[in-house]
């Protein structure tokens, strides 16, 4: 019998995916305030999806931080 990891699949997922590598959240951080999530997936080889999932875990925002009034 094949031994399964740690972590079980979804229901509605199609595989376990790749784990995160320290260096692709690094990446994530480093560009999420500057750069759209769909670059940041192109560059990381990941879907969109995984990328936006990832920065809500990490609580990375996308939005460009604004100057605050006054």
């Known amino acids: ?3 399964t990891p740690d972590y ?3 229901g509605n997922q199609i595989s376990l995916g790749r784990r ?3 260096t692709e959240l690094g990446i994530l951080k ?3 305030a500057t750069t759209p999530p769909k ?3 192109r560059q990381l080889n990941r879907s ?3 990328v936006r999932r990832m920065a ?3 609580r990375v925002s996308f ?6 009034a006054g």
């Open 48 to 50: 969109y999806e995984s």
């Open 39 to 41: 670059l940041i997936a």
């Open 63 to 68: 939005r460009a931080e604004r100057k605050k």
């Open 56 to 58: 809500y875990q990490c």
């Open 1 to 3: 019998m094949i031994q």
């Open 20 to 22: 995160w590598t320290y």
């Open 30 to 32: 480093e560009l999420a």
């Open 8 to 10: 079980k699949r979804r």
